[in-house]
């Protein structure tokens, strides 16, 4: 449901018994295989706005639930919906130039935009 996502890798980890989502090293989503449910990295808004509208399928997760995370009751959402919170939750933790990249865009652009036309504004004729 990630394999498209730049960098994301399944890290499993002992303590839990369960694999974790991560990208570069920092996890966005976390769940057993054979579990209902799964945490995904949301705001806070976010998770206000959801644990709010619909409560039967979404919940302030254990331990990282004061930053946001948001434990998700997996029968209680749509396949689509489930892939549009992993990939927001993606977003909140790759670098900004990684999304970018994911976009189709390059962040790059506006900096050279930025660097062009501070060369054109600089004239090489003019006094220091």
Do not use: C
């Amino acid at each position: 449901m990630v394999s498209d996502l730049p960098e994301a890798e399944e890290v499993f980890v002992a303590e839990w018994g369960h694999p974790t989502l991560r990208v570069r090293g920092k996890m966005f989503a976390s769940g057993a295989p054979d579990s209902p449910t799964m945490s995904v990295k949301a705001s806070k808004e976010e998770q206000a706005e959801l644990v709010a509208a619909r409560p039967e399928a979404f919940s302030v997760a254990a331990y990282v639930g004061r930053y946001g995370w948001v434990t998700i009751n997996l029968p209680g959402i749509e396949v689509d919906e489930l892939r549009e919170l992993l990939v927001e939750a993606w977003r909140r933790t790759a670098p900004k130039r990684l999304v970018a990249a994911y976009d189709g865009t390059t962040s790059d652009s506006a900096t050279s935009d930025s660097a062009a036309s501070d060369s054109a504004a600089y004239d090489s004729t003019s006094p220091r």
